[in-house]
């Protein structure tokens, strides 16, 4: 056993270039459905208008979607219909376009939650646009959505591993080619899983303090 | 697509709802273990489930399966994929079940347990008659999520040969080169099927919010 975890080890560049690949794809595909999540949400709040009903039922659909169907249908599936992408493109793709879903949800029912009269409070201080949005809307928003937000990151990470099957270049798939290549499943899996449960520390590390920063500000 | 192709899916999702189901109800009494043991610092064990309930919540479940697909038949132990599905799924639900029964556990209050204790209760009584009933009432939205979640993520069982929905659809796709209708057949069966269990959540947390107000 301590011998299988050698051979892994030979191979930590594999899966240290599987790790970054895991990264880069989470914190974009992150940090775009963040930035479309809230954009949407914008549209979603608007509860008595056609449009918000139209974003509630697509939102809801994608909700009830396995990320791995969403994810074939759009490697295999889109192809048929004229739109073609490389395995980065459908992966990246997928988890932004499914994951802002879920953003919005979020985004908007912190938005919802919001006590009406700190903004108004705002307002008759002079706040308007923009530094109102930063300096009165924002710290409450974050620090509310923060830790719902972080588990949606680690669930970002989680549904990267899904990709392995569109033979993108990540953790599972890096552990993968080690055990396929010298046969030692459990060493190199078990190895996976646990840069998996790092990544996910760090995520709720980053979550508790930004939490505590936005406490020290109130 | 024929409709002998539409029948194969729809078999497959039989084969889906019968791991679910499989998975959940090994999950939720493993999962209330867990908590139990948490929650009543059993020496030596508490540390042990804690790690493990963390380790298993981060990790994704295709991992997870290969893990065990190819790592038990490794130490000697012979799994199928149908087991090892039932197996990945099980220890994948049962540690998100742990923590939601444990939180549930912590929120119950105190007093309770002493007065069960003062009117001469054993603690097994006590478990089933005052603490259960209370804290699956509390947690019951939150375990009905999960079953959505676990519903969510049983695609990934197709990858070690399991012959759910997924695996037709993929199958039927590459034998008439048209993979998009069978995906679709898959996500119409896939979608109101957790749209329904996402419903009754929607229904419970609504009913109890109700007559909590009401109380």
């Known amino acids: ?12 560049d594999l899966l240290v270039s599987g790790l970054a690949n895991t990264v880069i794809l989470s914190v974009s595909a992150a940090l775009s459905a963040l930035l479309i999540g809230a954009l949407v949400s914008t549209v979603l709040v608007r509860r008595a208008h056609v449009a918000g009903h139209i974003v509630r039922c697509l939102i809801d659909v994608a909700r009830c979607t396995p990320f791995l169907l969403f994810a074939y249908l759009i490697y295999y599936g889109l192809p048929s219909l004229g739109v073609r992408f490389d395995n980065w493109g459908a992966g990246m793709v ?3 376009v499914y994951h802002s879903a879920y953003m919005a949800e979020i985004l908007g029912a912190a938005w919802l939650a919001l006590p009406r009269d700190t903004i108004e409070a705002g307002h008759a201080f002079g706040y308007s646009g923009l530094r109102l949005f930063r300096r009165i809307v924002m710290p409450p928003l974050a620090l509310n959505a923060a830790p719902i937000i972080g588990n949606q990151i680690i669930q970002i990470v989680k549904d990267s591993a899904f990709l392995t099957i569109i033979a993108l270049p990540e953790l599972t798939n890096a552990a993968s080619a080690i ?7 459990f060493a190199a899996f078990i190895t996976a899983m646990l840069l998996y449960w790092a ?6 590390a980053g979550v508790s303090v930004l939490g505590r920063m936005a406490d020290a500000r109130r | 697509m024929s409709y002998s192709d539409v029948l194969s899916i729809f078999s497959g999702a039989l084969t889906t709802l019968l791991l679910s189901l499989a998975g959940i109800a090994l999950g939720l009494p493993i999962g209330l273990g867990m908590a139990l043991i948490r929650w009543g610092r059993v020496p030596a064990v508490t540390r042990f489930v804690a790690v493990y309930v963390s380790l298993l919540r981060a990790s994704p479940l295709v991992t997870l399966l290969l893990l065990l697909f190819y790592g038990l038949p490794d130490l ?18 049962s540690a998100f079940y742990c923590e939601i029964w444990r939180s549930a556990l912590v929120a119950f209050p105190r007093e309770q347990l002493e007065a069960a204790r003062a009117v001469g209760m054993r603690r097994s009584m006590c478990f089933r008659r ?10 019951l939205p939150a375990l009905v999520n999960e079953m959505s979640q676990l519903i969510k993520v049983t695609p990934v069982l197709a990858i070690v040969g399991v012959v ?4 037709a659809a993929v199958r039927i796709g590459a034998d008439t080169y048209q993979p998009l209708p069978p995906f679709c057949v898959a996500l119409a069966i896939y979608i109101p099927i957790i749209f329904a269990l996402v419903s009754v959540q929607r229904w419970i947390e ?3 919010a109700r007559l909590e107000a009401s109380a």
């Open chain 2, 130 to 139: 005052i603490v259960l009933p209370q804290i699956a009432r509390t947690s």
């Open chain 1, 179 to 185: 055990q396929s290549q010298y046969f030692v499943p």
């Open chain 1, 94 to 96: 997928a988890l932004i």
């Open chain 2, 206 to 208: 609504r009913r109890q």
């Open chain 1, 199 to 204: 990544l996910c520390l760090v995520v709720e």
């Open chain 2, 164 to 167: 759910d929905i997924t695996r």
């Open chain 2, 76 to 93: 000697g132990i012979e799994i199928g994929p149908i087991s090892a599905g039932v197996l990945a799924l099980t220890m994948n639900t």
């Open chain 1, 1 to 12: 056993m301590i011998h299988d975890f050698g051979i892994v080890w030979l191979h930590v």
